[in-house]
């Protein structure tokens, strides 16, 4: 299968626990993106990398998201701290061409008790 | 700042009947993007468009990017139970890298049988 593929598909945590997603992209991608959603609401982007260099950030990734594409293939997304308006569906996605045809992964979503 | 509203926020229609619903905004968009979301899965793109009047197909959807270039309409002919889901209308973030998108708030379908 060449489809984005994130892990884990759900994780429940308790509040101020650490959590890690992990996004492996379509292969020939070079573009990936992480993306929040939240119950009732489209995606909100969170961050880009063109091959590992993180290339933009949005407000909502507060000092305590972290994110890595180390090798400009796999990524993945820390939560340290994490508090109950984390909970949410994160999703990752990526792309080849700019032509802003996205392809989304099935998301890992994250419930913080 | 951008916004997409959606409308209706949701649909209940019978099998085999014609849907259509729009997605505005207070500002210009050079691209206007379709996606559907399935319970539990990440956002798929269904039509792409890039040209204001542009009038794309995709099996039973078709979707036009308005001449305004502050809208744009999605319709699905004769539905079918496999198209419930949620519809987001998306668009480039203004000052944003490319594949920062805005997504609109979704337009929930349900098909009854």
């Known amino acids: 299968d060449t489809g984005v593929s994130q892990d884990p598909r759900h994780k429940i945590t308790k509040r101020g626990q650490n959590v890690t997603f992990r996004c492996d992209p379509i292969?020939?991608?070079?573009?990936l993106y992480w993306y929040r959603q939240t119950l009732g609401q489209g995606p909100e982007f969170l961050t880009y990398?063109?091959?590992?260099?993180?290339?933009?950030k949005s407000r909502l990734l507060s000092d305590r998201f972290s994110a890595e594409r180390p090798k400009g293939s796999f990524s993945t997304l820390e939560i340290q701290r994490t508090e109950q308006g984390d909970s949410a569906m994160y999703l990752c996605?990526?792309?080849?061409?700019?032509?802003?045809?996205?392809?989304f992964g099935e998301g890992s979503r994250l419930t913080v008790l | 700042g951008q916004q997409l509203n959606q409308s209706p926020q949701s649909m209940f229609i019978q099998e085999g009947e014609d849907v259509s619903m729009n997605c505005t905004s207070s500002?210009?968009?050079?691209?206007w993007l379709w996606y559907k979301q399935d319970p539990g899965e990440g956002p798929v793109l269904l039509i792409a468009?890039?040209?204001?009047?542009e009038l794309t197909s995709n099996g039973r959807l078709t979707a036009q990017f308005g001449i305004t270039r502050k809208d744009s309409f999605l319709n699905i002919s004769a539905s079918i139970p496999s198209d419930v889901g949620i519809y987001f209308c998306?668009?480039?973030?203004?000052?944003?890298?490319?594949?920062?998108?805005?997504f609109g708030k979704g337009t929930k379908l349900s098909v009854k049988p």
């Open positions: 996605a990526s792309s080849l061409v700019v032509t802003g045809e996205l392809f």
């Open positions: 292969s020939e991608h070079n573009r």
């Open positions: 990398f063109q091959n590992e260099a993180q290339l933009e």
């Open positions: 500002s210009i968009f050079n691209t």
């Open positions: 468009l890039y040209k204001a009047g």
């Open positions: 998306a668009g480039p973030n203004y000052g944003g890298s490319q594949g920062n998108l805005i």
